[in-house]
């Protein structure tokens, strides 16, 4: 499951992500759509990997079905997109977020290794 962690479909987003908070955090560079919706994309297409990974060390679950890691995404969807936005002003619920979250997944599912 390690190989997961070393394949360019995780490596790839993680490299966008913090790429991005340092353009958008350090350097003060706004870039309106990428600030709105990259993050959400990036945060599935990192997690999933994680999630899989922590699984196969904790449960010993080698295989996962699509229908699982769907399950894990609606249960990650409505946490970050109404239960957060819900406690907090910081949060701002946006369908639009989902969406990016679910290209996210397709990404994970497409090219994992």
């Avoid at 990997?49 to 894990?72: A, G, M, T, Y």
Wanted: charged fraction near 10%; include cysteine; aromatic fraction near 18%.
């Amino acid at each position: 499951m390690r190989p997961m962690l070393n394949h360019w479909s995780f490596i790839l987003p993680l490299i966008v992500f913090f790429w991005h908070q340092t353009t958008q955090k350090a350097l003060h560079l706004s870039l309106p759509f990428l600030d709105n919706y990259l993050d959400p994309f990036c945060f599935t297409a990192i997690a999933f990997p994680l999630i899989v990974l922590e699984r196969s060390w904790l449960f010993s679950q080698n295989k996962h079905s699509k229908i699982d890691l769907l399950i894990i995404f609606i249960f990650l969807a409505i946490v970050s997109e109404v239960l957060l936005p819900a406690l907090s002003h910081q949060f701002v619920q946006d369908p639009w977020d989902i969406l990016c979250m679910l290209f996210g997944f397709i990404w994970h599912i497409q090219f994992k290794p």
